[in-house]
């Protein structure tokens, strides 16, 4: 990060003031740091032998390059599927001729407050595909096109595509203050699908796809590997709690599948929420199962194509019949409820096998009906009822060393409405509890900038200026309230939120919710903990290993 | 410079009618034909958009929910029942805020960005402005036209024509008595125009097609204002045409003077322009996904009217035929032992 300004001088270097040439006039900046890397064209070819003819063809270029290897019938290509999704989504059509250019959404996106860049704007960002539509698809636009703002699809034109819906995460919050509803991330996701049919893609998003196809989780995991991590986790859990969990994986028979995102298995800090979920369950008795075969909940495909994201999805109504589960327990992640909430059961629900039931707590005995045509539960929703029926011990002093805030993610807040289960929980589990502003949490909550596949370090810079919204709140909290830990419920955050919070809030840490639950959590009567889920010492048992750091506060 | 484009455009439009009448004594032309032509262009053209979008399919239920869903248990978990509905009356209502109260733009904020003493501060406000600007536009303009009902129907219908006229008349000030509405939309246009002008980042995104309405509507208003409070037009021979153009009996009296055709050639323009352009925003709103639809695509099976079926999931028979060995050696349960057997023992 040697190269990226420190965060006063990035801050100082914000301009809202347009420039002087006209947005259609002013060139696209293509150097590194604007762009995340091409796919790589295994990737590719691989995908193109499970859904063909979405992908183009497989190829090496760079979006620095001035040839990006277009196929030489890319303008016809893109044009027709632009054509041919205006019938199949009506957002896409009613998008692209409604709006008034009012303004409103200008100032909501992060990644506009962060930069300036106008063509953030939410409202500028649409008219990028908004302009081609006029210019190619009416008549006002082919006749009148510069007094109308048309133009027609040229490759210049696509290549700002590439740029800056790769400078979108799909979080929506522009959509909330639209007076129309205006969502750009139907927009993203169409440009996405159109610039992948001619083979531009980014390899942040194809290798996980590829791998979530293959292995069943994004990093590529192999079953076998999956395991061993999984039974590190016991051990880890062992040395904290003195109690051995089972974790089952691929058991047949057990009334619940539990899917979560892969990052939780594999990333710091998403492990410490994973071992949480896995102590829950086993101080619950819960009859469940993990799947190596469904190991992702996250779905990469809904950043590419509604063909992949339906191909990626099936996998777990699939996996609920082959093992017998009656529902799906979901964990902590962002984009994967946003699919599981509004695209799922339209997607699959016709492959759920016979055995299906809604959603039932077996410890409860509640009946979750706002899941019953999905059969898919939200673990705050799990949690947050266990507690109301005061079916955990908690102990919240265990976390008293931490001073907690929580960052709704975008999807579960603007996609879906999970607002006070998560809140509920972590209410419970620890004592000092602070909001960030209200203008940065809910349904205005602002994303981690690292959204809907762009939690990728080589564009470091539009990351961190994308952060600045969530981070400058955070820094608020952490002044006025001595907030030294953000919780979440999305696997991406857990990873993206870290050099967020390093760059713009330094000294608070991140963490899942269902970490917290694991720390609070009265395993047996008189239980005496020494340290938290990531050993390190719980205030009073500090001088067992003094002089020991916990390897992730080295760096800091 | 698109602003002064979009003028231009506008005077030359009030020329016309001018000229058209005045010079070439064009009266039936600019009386009967013009406006007939420019009602049916904006009819079919309003229809033919609508019918389009309705066409286009609605795959997935996306609305944008903007607080707390129905939970499992709502009474610990209040739901927002207008800002994420998970019924169709609920959804109405919040339909109804959205089309009659702004309720979306309501909620604007204004960021800014501050050097704080100690670190940098991102603050937000709230603006209400442009939903003020708005709000008074479109509910002048609405009240103006229901108004204008008293020229196409005979008897004229106390409720809502003559009730509209005596609370928008109510200040009685002038002679005839000015309106309310007139004033708020002449301020309405203005003051959107202004913020278009002013507000370098809405200027920056601003085409001639932003700003050639709120012209156009601005000559509309002006020219009728002129009509009523300054020339002072013969208003029986006015409803005599406008009847006959509803009854299909088209009259042109005499006594009608040119700024009655101006005024009714700038809302010709205004009518067959709007289907082109994107004041189509008025029968929009009442179709946007994000917010006419329920929030309960967990609870409720929807049909996506172009589902492929023949999308399926990498099966897990050739996930196992892939990974069987490892998985057998780590001790994961298989469906198919044989998978778990390695490739030379197998063939051994």
Redesign the interface.
Known sequence: MSDIPK??EL??S?D???PAT??MDTPVDFSPGHWCYPAKPEKIAYMDT??PGLWGEPREWLPSDSDWKLPPNWKETVVNGFRER?????????FM????????C???CHYF?GSGD?KN?P??RA?LMRSVYRGEF???GKI?S????SRVMEEHVLKEWFIYFYQCTQC?RC?????????TA?MTMMARELMHLVGLNTNWIMEPVSNC????NHLGI???AF??IVDFMVDDIEEVTGRRVKAP????GHEILFITPSGDVFADPGIYTFMGYLLLFDYLDLDYTMS??ASEGGNFGSFTN??VM???N??MY??AE?LGCKWILGGECGHMWRV????????T??TQWSGMTTPKSPITG?V???????K?LHIT?FT??LI?HNKLKLDPSRNDHLRVTFHDSCNP?????????PR?VLKHVCNNFFEM?P??I???TFCCAGGSGLNTDEIMEIRLRGG??RG??L??VQ?KHGVNLMACICAIDRATLIPLADYWAPGVTISGTHELVANALVLEEGEVRTMDMRQEPLPGFEDEEDDWTPPSKEDA | MNALYSLLFVFLLVLIPLFGVDAAHMRTFFGVCIPTTAFIIFIIGFVYKVVTWGRSAVPFRIPTTGGQFKSFDPELFKQNKLDCPQTGAQTFFRMVLEVFAFRSLFRNTAVSLHEGKDYPVVAYKSSKWLWLFAITFHYSFFIIALRHLRLFLEPIPFIPVGALEFVDGILQIGAPVMYLSDLGLVAGVLLLMGRRLINAKINYISYVSDFFPLFLILSVALSGIYMRYFAKVDIIAIKELTMGLVTFHYVVPETITVSFFVHVFLVSVLMAYFPFSKLMHMPGVFLSPTRNLPNDSRAKHHVNPWNDPNIKAHAYADYEKQFGVPMAEAGLPLDNPENGVPKDKAEA
């Open positions: 965060a006063d801050f100082k914000i809202y003031n347009p006209g947005w499970k859904l205006l019938k199949k989504f009506r957002s896409l059509q009613l001729d409604i709006c008034v250019r009012c303004g409103a200008a100032d909501k407050i106008p704007m409202v500028l008219e009416t008549l006002a009148l510069k007094f109308t703002g929506r959509s909330l203050f639209c007076p129309y509803g205006i969502d139907e196809n293959i292995t069943g192999q079953p076998h395991k061993d994986l691929n058991e047949k190596t075969y509604n063909e339906k191909k990626l099936a996998k699939a996996e082959r599981v909430h509004q695209y799922m059961d339209t997607m629900g016709d509640t979750f009906d706002n899941a019953a045509a999905t898919m929703e947050a009822d109301k807040a603007r996609g879906m409405g999970l607002l006070e289960e509920y502003p203008a940065t809910r349904e205005q600045l919204p400058n709140a820094r608020y002044e």
